[in-house]
């Protein structure tokens, strides 16, 4: 009997700490897994979107480099998508063990139970008869013995009803359990057919990339003028910008002896919130970094003093953050461009069809100051963003809510 309390109270410990521990860690798995899913979510939509972008240039049947790097970024999303997905996999196969040991150990429990519990009703069917139980209270030498005798028989009672209920909640939470891991086991399979899926997409998109290389390689000669114009275009559009910048830190120079307050402050916040600025379009991807870059097919190097942004036609384009409208600048190369004035700190928006915005125009965080520009034989809407603090290039990707 003694035995049987010290097992029977190791079986209600293991269940408590059961429930603790499915709780805490649990909690944590969801947590994990939550965040997991929710990247999942996100570039599965970048993978939507970005075979949009490819379909569009498709369309105008037309070749370019900006096909191959799109292509190269759909390839590079899914292979990001693949191992996000083998994350989750190994966080499930780890739940999946975890709920496999509690199943095991809530069996053997489960086995004891009843076992246990058999037995004790045979006994009490052979000796607890309301005659023999009346018996042994009368047999009592006195009555502090007849006290303790029906107390002892009253637990026995309550024992045996408690250890009832253990069995049940026992069973009941042992069902949970394999259903929990059934469920696990079925995401685990899904998951495998998403990876399958990517993988096919990749095989066939890598395809295509090889074919498209092929075919831009035999264009050697003429994506290398395109480069060079476009190498001058950058050029004509620094130039542009540095010209009007240094005015405007000449004339607060001039005129101020520095910055305004306001506009301390409002390079204090644009500093703020480096890493949190709302991108300049609803929905976009980065098609060339900024710096220097490896060209895609050429074994030569490239200068970018922003990001490009590969967008959808008609897109608005809308301010980083709030400031003053410094200048809008045309040139057929890059068609129009916005410059805006933060403080000491200056954003670049070009490549643009439409401007609704004029100098000292006062904008605010998000608003719409123009249309992107839409290259219709290429089939491809692209804003190039810069950020410049002062009369230096500061890397938009890393200003830019990710």
Known sequence: MIRFMSKLKSIILLLTITLLVSGFFGSSFAQSREELQQKRKKLLGEITFTTKLINATKLSKQESLDQLITLKKQISLREELIRNVRREINLLDKQIEDQQEIIEELEADMNYLKDQYAKMMVSAYKTQTSQN???????????????????????????????????????????????????????????????????????????????????LQKKEKKLKKNLSNKRKTADQLKKAIEDLIRKELEAARRNEMGLTPRALKLSKDFTNNRGKLPWPVQKGIITSKFGKQKHPIFNIETFNNGVDIKTTKNAEVRTLFGGTVVSVIYNPSFHKAVLIQHGEYFTVYSNLDKVIVKPNDEVTTGQNIGTAYTDEQKGITEVHLEIWKGEKTMNPDKWLHK
């Not at 909640?169 to 469920?183: G, P, V, Y």
């Not at 399958?196 to 074919?211: F, G």
Request: no cysteine; glycine share 0%.
């Open 133 to 215: 139980k009346l018996l042994f209270l009368f047999s009592a030498q006195s009555f502090n013995d007849l006290y303790k005798r029906y107390n002892y028989l009253e637990k026995y009672r309550i024992y045996r009803i408690t250890q009832a209920d253990l069995i049940i909640r026992t069973q009941q939470d042992l069902e949970d359990k394999i259903k929990s891991l059934n469920a696990e086991k079925n995401n685990k399979e899904n998951l495998l057919a998403d990876i399958n899926a990517q993988k096919k997409s990749i095989r066939k998109e890598v395809s295509e990339e090889n074919s498209l290389v092929t075919s």
